[in-house]
């Protein structure tokens, strides 16, 4: 079957939030555990919801470090976040070729909005689904499946595009197809470990799968 739909995780994927996310977790760890974690420590946190990880850290104060972290992060987002190559200009020609366009992601809706909206991306997706409307976050497939019924969409007629092993994952769980990009910040070998059907070195590669002129 054809594929009509595309899904894309947001962060790390679309838009390069990474220096944000990374800056964000430092600024919170160093509060409560002062020069305990570096750069490299915080890598692993990016990609599963927020609560998970600081609960992972300390069951106590989840709430108190995802607050202190939200508020360090909306107020560095416009400075922090940049755009990855060729995004724009392949979002844009994929909408304007009649490809049904979804984001599936784990961040809650209004940092989603504003990543969205600074680089310009909010014009091309007719459904965003996050951490707010779902139980179940990814590897789960509750969002993908959530978003291809807003979408009119089936399995197999969509794909899952995304930088963590949680979209692969996902996208395999939902019966999706699946595109891994290169230029995740853990690797193009991480990635490519978690087998994706596609591995993108820029996001234009999309054009060329799908032929779009």
Same mark, same amino acid.
Not at 65 to 70: E, F, I, Q, S, T
Not at 100 to 118: A, E, Q, W, Y
Not at 148 to 170: T, Y
């Given at each position: 079957?054809?594929?009509?739909?595309?899904?894309? @995780?947001? @962060?790390?994927?679309? +838009?390069?939030?990474? @220096?944000?996310?990374?800056?964000?977790?430092?600024? =919170?760890?160093?509060?409560?555990? *002062?020069?305990?974690?570096?750069?490299?420590? !915080?890598?692993?946190?990016?990609?599963?919801?927020? +609560?998970?990880?600081?609960?992972? +850290?300390?069951?106590?104060? /989840? %709430?108190?470090?995802?607050?202190?972290?939200?508020?360090?992060?909306?107020?560095?987002?416009?400075?922090?976040?940049? %755009? #990855?190559?060729?995004?724009?200009?392949?979002?844009?020609?994929?909408?304007? &070729?009649?490809?049904?366009?979804?984001? !599936?992601?784990?961040? $809650?809706?209004?940092?989603? &909005?504003?990543?969205?909206?600074?680089?310009?991306?909010?014009?091309?997706?007719? /459904? /965003?689904?996050?951490?707010?409307?779902? %139980?179940?976050?990814? *590897?789960?497939?509750? *969002?993908?499946?959530?978003?291809?019924?807003?979408?009119?969409?089936? *399995?197999?007629?969509? $794909?899952?595009?995304?930088? &963590?092993?949680?979209?692969? %994952?996902?996208?395999?769980?939902?019966?999706?197809? =699946?595109?891994?990009?290169?230029?995740?910040?853990?690797?193009?070998?991480?990635?490519?470990?978690?087998?994706?059907? #596609?591995?993108?070195?820029?996001?234009?590669?999309?054009?060329?799968?799908?032929? !779009?002129?």
């Amino acid at each position: 079957m054809k594929i009509n739909t595309i899904l894309f @995780d947001l @962060d790390g994927t679309l +838009i390069n939030t990474n @220096d944000l996310i990374i800056e964000s977790f430092l600024h =919170t760890l160093n509060y409560y555990y *002062p020069n305990q974690y570096k750069r490299e420590d !915080v890598l692993s946190f990016i990609g599963p919801p927020l +609560i998970d990880t600081f609960q992972s +850290i300390d069951e106590e104060r /989840v %709430e108190e470090m995802v607050a202190r972290y939200r508020k360090f992060n909306h107020e560095q987002h416009d400075a922090l976040v940049k %755009e #990855y190559d060729t995004v724009y200009e392949t979002v844009k020609a994929l909408h304007e &070729n009649g490809f049904k366009l979804g984001i !599936v992601t784990t961040k $809650i809706r209004s940092t989603v &909005n504003m990543g969205l909206k600074l680089t310009r991306l909010d014009a091309f997706f007719d /459904v /965003v689904v996050t951490l707010d409307d779902v %139980e179940n976050a990814k *590897p789960h497939p509750e *969002p993908i499946f959530k978003a291809l019924k807003q979408l009119d969409a089936s *399995p197999e007629e969509a $794909i899952m595009v995304g930088d &963590n092993h949680h979209d692969i %994952e996902a996208g395999k769980n939902a019966g999706t197809k =699946t595109a891994g990009v290169a230029w995740s910040i853990k690797g193009e070998e991480y990635i490519r470990s978690y087998h994706p059907d #596609y591995l993108l070195k820029k996001m234009s590669d999309l054009l060329v799968i799908f032929g !779009v002129k």
